[in-house]
Nanobody
């Protein structure tokens, strides 16, 4: 079992930056694909970004390309989402997710492990 805990959310003005962290415990995420999803009020949870288990490939939804960067620090057993040039439409609860070891990234919610979420609010 993997436990995931997100942190780093908060209130920021449009154009600002935040870095979300996803700390894993219970076992290593070194061989797990990791992803970030977000869910705004009244909307479905949507894919934001993912990184392959071997850190070779990254994936982003179109609306965040060039602004967000996903990364994984195996030594710290932590994944990150650096968010720059934030927009009001980025406001949502952001969730970290992990796949079973050595499985491929998917852009659906088919991840075995989830964090509890962290709120990101971008004011205009």
């Amino acid at each position: 079992q993997v436990q995931l805990v997100e942190s780093g959310g908060g209130l920021v003005q449009a154009g600002g930056s935040l870095r979300l962290s996803c700390a894993a415990s219970g076992r290593t995420i070194n061989n797990s694909a990791m992803a970030w999803f977000r869910q705004a009020p009244g909307k479905e949870r949507e894919f934001v970004a993912a990184i392959s288990w071997n850190i070779i490939n990254t994936y982003y939804t179109e609306s965040v390309k060039g602004r967000f960067t996903i990364s994984k620090d195996n030594a710290k057993n932590t994944a990150y989402l650096q968010m720059n040039s934030l927009k009001p439409e980025d406001t949502a609860v952001y969730y970290c997710a992990a796949k079973r070891p050595y499985t491929m990234v998917v852009k659906t919610t088919e991840y075995e492990y989830w964090g509890q979420g962290t709120q990101v609010t971008v004011s205009s």
